[in-house]
């Protein structure tokens, strides 16, 4: 499976750059108020974007004569959007931090925990959305990306709200142990990989 991670990886630095120095810039406005969606887009940009790329070269014809198993052509895709997400982590992490060490913001309390929370609310997204894509192929599934992808960053934008609301937000993130948020979207996305690959197997063998 690393073969699968390298070409993916590749696709991401050849295709997405231009994508990826948004991201790079939603993780820097000071106060994190955009850190959220920065999660949320590099969940999109890993993990379904990849999937769309797949189709249109239609890499999926050749990924089946070679000694790749379904599950691992499905996993490749998981653990891809999981990366996406550890590096919006810790761009975030580095970028929130340092305007605190310059002087230029304050590093709001609680802030790495509700990371932990934005990190995981993104692995709900991929397990929402990776088996409708696996299962109907990322254009006629796209719908429902897309129907998944707002309703989760509707939701995250209404829990900031104004900057009050947000440092009333990361207060509330502070009391949960972020290893709960983290293992309970990680537990909830290794539920959905028997889904996808099921939804695969049908779509790519009909």
Not at 64 to 81: D, F, H, W
Not at 138 to 146: D, L
């Amino acid at each position: 499976m690393k073969a699968l991670l390298r070409k993916d990886i590749y696709l991401m630095l050849t295709q997405f750059r231009a994508l990826f120095l948004v991201m790079v810039v939603f993780s820097a406005i000071p106060g994190g108020l955009l850190v959220p969606f920065t999660f949320l887009y590099a969940m999109m940009l890993t993990s379904v974007s990849l999937m769309s790329v797949d189709e249109q070269t239609q890499w999926e014809a050749l990924a089946l004569m070679l000694p790749y198993s379904r599950r691992q052509l499905v996993v490749a895709k998981y653990v891809m959007g999981w990366l996406g997400i550890a590096v919006a982590f810790v761009i975030s992490a580095a970028l929130q931090g340092l305007w605190a060490v310059t002087g230029i913001d304050e590093l709001q309390k609680g802030l790495f925990e509700a990371m932990c929370l934005y990190a995981a609310v993104a692995g709900v997204g991929l397990a929402l959305m990776l088996p409708v894509n696996f299962r109907f192929g990322y254009a006629k599934g796209r719908i429902m990306t897309i129907l998944f992808a707002g309703i989760i960053g509707g939701a995250v934008g209404a829990s900031m709200g104004t900057g009050e609301a947000a440092f009333t937000f990361l207060s509330a993130a502070a009391r949960v142990h972020p290893a709960v948020y983290l293992l309970l979207s990680a537990a909830l996305c290794a539920a959905t990989i028997p889904l996808s690959v099921t939804g695969y197997r049908k779509r790519v063998e009909k």
